[in-house]
């Protein structure tokens, strides 16, 4: 899946040591959206190599590559939403508000001046 937007937040690296000793990394990264109603995701990325390789700054235009995978803990369930690939692009073009077309004007029939109640005017 991807989704393109602006970084607007940079949640602070998380890590750790996992069960088999092996240490391990995350960061979380807010995004949003520019449709008409913007949209926000927090997504993350897995790893060290990775967090520095993506290097993602609050502010930069970007499309992110993602999967997404639900995991229960203690009889609730969580998203993880991982990034897999970042492409940083150019903001996207304004939106114009363009004058409508000016469409020929019609004038509706007047059934008020007839006076005949079998005649409909449909």
């Known amino acids: 899946m991807e989704i393109t937007g602006k970084i607007i937040a940079v949640l602070p690296e998380r890590g750790g040591i996992s069960k088999t000793g092996n240490e391990w990394k995350t960061q979380e990264y807010v995004l949003e959206t520019h449709e008409q109603f913007p949209r926000k995701i927090c997504f993350n990325v897995f790893g060290a190599d990775k967090i520095s390789q993506f290097n993602i700054q609050a502010g930069e ?54 006076n005949d109640a079998d005649d409909l005017p449909f």
């Open 61 to 114: 235009e970007m499309t992110v590559s993602f999967d997404i995978n639900a995991r229960e803990y203690n009889g609730r369930w969580y998203n993880d939403i991982r990034a897999w690939r970042v492409e940083r692009g150019a903001a996207p073009a304004p939106v114009t508000n363009t004058s409508p077309v000016d469409a020929p004007k019609v004038s509706a029939p007047d059934f008020s001046a007839q």
